[in-house]
C-alpha cells in the first residue's frame, strides 16, 4: 500500500461548506466505483476552515496517469469535478487546472 496526500482549499462560504459535505455524506455510486477501479483502498478527507486534507491509500496497481485517462472519459466525473469546482478554490501555488495538490510528507514516527 502507498499513501498519498493533498491539499485544496473550499471558497469561504459557510453555506457552500455546508452543500460540500453534504455531497461527501453519500457520494454518486459511479464516483465511488470510479475510486476502487483506480486501484484507491481508502481515501479519507478533513476540513479546517476552508482548508481541506485528503489521504489516499492506493495498491500496486494505482497510477495518476490511468486515473487521469479513466477520469478524463467518464462524463459522470466529469460531471462530478465540475460541481466540486463550484465548491473549491484554487491554492495560489497550485499549477493551473490542479485542484488538489499532492503534498510532501517531511515527518513519519
Not at 493533498?6 to 459511479?30: C, G, N, Q, S
Request: with cysteine; proline share 5%.
Amino acid at each position: 500500500m502507498q499513501r498519498y496526500c493533498f491539499t485544496v482549499d473550499l471558497k469561504d462560504d459557510p453555506a457552500l461548506i455546508e452543500e460540500y459535505e453534504r455531497h461527501h455524506e453519500k457520494i454518486w455510486p459511479e464516483i465511488e466505483q470510479s475510486i476502487r477501479d483506480a486501484g484507491i483502498g481508502n481515501m479519507e478527507i478533513y476540513r479546517v476552515e476552508t482548508r481541506m486534507f485528503m489521504i489516499m491509500d492506493v495498491n500496486d496497481s494505482f497510477s495518476f496517469e490511468k486515473k487521469q485517462l479513466a477520469d478524463q472519459v467518464s462524463p459522470k466525473v466529469q460531471e462530478w469535478e465540475a460541481l466540486m469546482w463550484r465548491y473549491q478554490q484554487m491554492l495560489p501555488f497550485a499549477k493551473p487546472g490542479e485542484k488538489w495538490v499532492l503534498m510532501k510528507k517531511i515527518f513519519q514516527l
